[in-house]
């Protein structure tokens, strides 16, 4: 499985960002998807997950109720919609892959930056 993230950027506090991650190879062995970030010193964490066939999410309670995490099957692509942002969002977010045995995948990380 190969993940292929975008959409980070800079954006002011209050503002919004899409996040995409493309996944390619062995779909049909995807369970899961989500996103984690890692801000500067700190441990990644989980932000928020999905479960490829039936769509069932999960978010970390920082995030509860502002960010979106979806999925489109046909394009095999998760989104993590991001709205209210505040400074203290600022990450690297990182797509991850979660196979029906427990194999993790990785994408390359997508910098978001918020400002105050």
């Known amino acids: 499985v190969q993940l292929q993230a975008s959409g980070g950027g800079l954006v002011q506090a209050g503002g919004s960002l899409r996040l995409s991650c493309a996944a390619s190879?062995?779909?049909?062995?995807?369970?899961?998807m989500a996103w984690f970030r890692q801000s500067p010193g700190k441990q990644r964490e989980l932000v928020a997950t999905?479960?490829?066939?039936?769509?069932?999410?999960d978010y970390a309670d920082a995030v509860m109720g502002r960010f979106t995490i979806s999925r489109d099957i046909p394009a095999n692509t998760a989104y993590l919609q991001m709205n209210s942002l505040k400074p203290e969002d600022t990450a690297v977010y990182y797509c991850?892959?979660?196979?029906?045995?427990?194999?993790?995948?990785w994408g390359e990380g997508t910098l978001v930056t918020v400002s105050s």
């Open positions: 991850n892959a979660r196979t029906y045995i427990g194999t993790h995948y």
């Open positions: 190879g062995s779909i049909s062995s995807i369970g899961f």
């Open positions: 999905v479960t490829r066939q039936r769509g069932v999410t």
